[in-house]
């Protein structure tokens, strides 16, 4: 599969072809600019490869119509390394925000978004504002957004990006756990520390091809 | 739940921006009115059409030294052409008895003027009042013919004033709309920037493009409809107050407007309002929002 982006002089992604299990925890490193963030685009189907296809849920995203779109999304959870949070809102309210939105009731948010809360380590903190939370609880409430409507793939832009080292061991304990649930985990980073201490299946990505597909691999 | 969560969406965006909202509305009811108003006297000036140039007449006067013999063969003929409808003739007495009734507010002027000194006249209906230059052509040259009078000539006068009142109109409501237009455009953008962030986690976890779209859009239709209503009351105060001043003299000559003409323009005025303000409003989202 191939992605060149308008006006780039060479591909960001040059025939890549990659397949994740289902359950798998997978990382995708490599230096800026190598193509690792298109990945994640292109699994959100926000870009569309110009070769190839892209398959997520057995569903062929490339040919997938516009409006097929917000439905597909529903089956991926994301995150990001700027959390994304409604900063005018609380924890609970960003969460709920995201059932809501979707066409769930304030009924199933109730019993759901508490629940999803206490998973991420955010018992009790349910009624802070952004503001009033650290980076790691931040993360984690978007964690929890990500993964409150139980998502099939959750899909993490360098999480840990903005999060001190011992922050992040943390973040990375939990993605660990909700991959346990089997929901697939796509990670793109550059923290070679955490990949190095989860030893999990690592794709190294320069200039937009394949340079290491290794099981249980380290940083590199 | 849902419509909950839109609607008190729609209001929090009226609100925030209450300034362009205000101006948003009033563009949009001046605009409205303006339609409204050149509506109406496109009907009006039809209906009076068709009733004035029904009862229109041409007056042939004869010469007061007039031959008898002159206005039978002028009789003779008219009542045989095909574009004449009707003849009437009018003698010196009758036109006498008419030139009394028309300045009965000028006793002067009537006890001046003999019956003798008026004219005689055949009074006619045409079976189409727009053919009058033939019949002016075929009978100026006739024997014992003084003038003829074409009343529908001064109609075209008053129309061509009425169409032009309804042609400004309708020029100033397009310029209004487009004025309009782009302040719901403005005003979008700025609501969709106000939400940007709202709009990318809806994004994100897949909420429907409807879902994203509709508090802005309903938005701009919510404001299209109160300014539908704003220039329905514009028209409304219009009639009012011409039924009171000098324009009520004018009832006579122009046929009034009734109230259920002026309510009935409104369905007109919403239609236009909200769907103006839906499809604007929904571009500007195709163009801004990118969903």
Redesign the interface.
């Given at each position: 599969m191939t992605k060149t982006y308008p006006k780039a002089s060479r591909p960001s992604l040059d025939n890549v072809s990659v397949s994740i299990e289902k359950g798998e925890f997978v990382f995708f490193i490599g230096p800026s600019g190598s193509g690792k963030s298109t990945i994640i685009k292109l699994l959100l189907h926000e870009v569309t490869p110009n070769k190839g296809r892209v398959v997520v849920n057995g569903k062929d995203v490339t040919s997938m119509r516009s409006w097929k779109r917000p439905h597909f999304r529903r089956s991926i959870g994301c995150v990001f390394q700027d959390f994304r949070l409604l900063p005018n809102r609380t924890a609970y309210e960003n969460v709920a925000f995201a059932l809501e939105v979707i066409g769930k009731t304030k009924a199933v948010a109730r019993r759901v978004v508490p629940e999803v809360l206490e998973l991420v380590g955010l018992g009790g903190k349910e009624h802070r504002y952004p503001h009033e939370l650290s980076g790691g609880e931040q993360q984690r409430v978007a964690v929890a957004r990500a993964f409150v409507n139980r998502p099939l793939i959750l899909l993490a832009d360098e999480p840990t990006g903005n999060l001190d080292p011992d922050t992040s061991i943390e973040i990375m304990r939990l993605l660990d756990r909700i991959n346990r649930t089997g929901t697939t985990v796509v990670m793109v980073t550059h923290d070679s520390n955490i990949v190095n201490q989860m030893r999990r299946r690592v794709i190294e990505i320069e200039s937009g091809r394949i340079v290491r597909d290794q099981a249980r691999g380290v940083y590199g | 739940?849902?419509m909950k969560?839109v609607l008190s969406e729609v209001l929090v965006g009226l609100w925030r921006n209450v300034t362009m909202t205000v101006a948003m509305i009033i563009t949009m009811a001046v605009s409205l009115f303006m339609l409204g108003g050149s509506g109406l006297l496109y009907q009006k000036v039809g209906d009076m059409k068709d009733l004035y140039y029904e009862n229109v007449q041409v007056s042939i006067f004869l010469k007061t030294d007039v031959q008898e013999q002159q206005r039978t063969d002028l009789e003779t003929k008219l009542n045989a052409d095909p574009l004449v409808k009707d003849v009437t003739y009018v003698n010196k007495d009758e036109a006498y008895k008419r030139f009394q009734q028309m300045y009965a507010d000028a006793p002067d002027l009537v006890n001046a003027v003999k019956p003798d000194q008026l004219p005689e006249s055949f009074r006619l209906t045409l079976n189409d009042p727009q053919q009058y230059k033939q019949i002016y052509d075929q009978y100026k040259t006739a024997e014992g013919i003084d003038t003829i009078v074409d009343q529908s000539k001064l109609l075209d006068k008053v129309f061509g004033v009425l169409t032009g009142i309804q042609n400004g109109a309708l020029a100033l409501a397009i310029v209004m709309a487009a004025a309009a237009l782009l302040l719901v455009a403005n005003t979008i953008q700025v609501a969709a920037y106000s939400k940007r962030?709202?709009v990318?986690?809806?994004?994100?976890?897949?909420?429907?493009?409807w879902?994203?779209q509709a508090p802005f859009v309903l938005e701009a239709v919510v404001a299209g409809l109160i300014g539908s209503i704003l220039g329905l009351l514009a028209l409304i105060g219009v009639k009012t107050l011409a039924a009171g001043s000098s324009m009520a003299a004018l009832e006579g000559l122009i046929t009034p407007i009734s109230w259920s003409e002026i309510f009935l323009t409104f369905p007109l005025m919403a239609a236009v309002g909200g769907l103006v303000s839906a499809i604007t409003a929904w571009v500007t989202l195709r163009f801004y929002l990118r969903v």
């Open positions: - | 739940m849902r969560y962030r709202e990318a986690v809806m994004k994100l976890v897949g909420a429907s493009n879902f994203i």
